[in-house]
């Protein structure tokens, strides 16, 4: 029996795959035997292609708002949103050179101001860096990460 799922008022039939529906469906060759090695084989090809999808979604799912990286440096603002750490500190600098204190940095995503610094998430880094390795993926270096950013030094002419 199918499994059924309700998607936006709509019934959808999604069919069950096994190993054993799946030899079911496969033709048996001339002597009448079903060759089971090649059935499994299939069947780790195909799980291998679902786990690199769901990698690759994940990856997505943690990517930067600000510069659609993935975020190495997870930081999350008081209003929920994930944001790298060095694209939260250029925020924060901008807004120096603006005149205004970091507390007052707009989140880049709902404008909320920032009155607390922003958490940086160690165990998210830690699961995204198992995953980049597992994909095979060079994560940047980056700076250690450090709240709040000293204020941008004013130029000064010197040899005057």
Known sequence: MPDTFFAENQTVEKPIKTYQSRKKSRQAPVDGSVDD????LEEIEDLQRRLKSFRQRQLRQFECI???DPAWQPCVTQCGHLVCGPCIRELAIKSYKKGLPWRQTP??????SLRHP??????LQDSLRSLASEEGIEIPRQKKFNW????????TKRGM
């Open 37 to 40: 090695s090649q059935i499994w």
């Open 66 to 68: 600000i510069c659609r």
């Open 107 to 112: 989140c880049p995503l709902c404008r909320t």
């Open 118 to 123: 922003p958490t940086l998430c160690y165990e």
């Open 148 to 155: 709040p950013p000293s204020k941008p030094r004013k130029k």
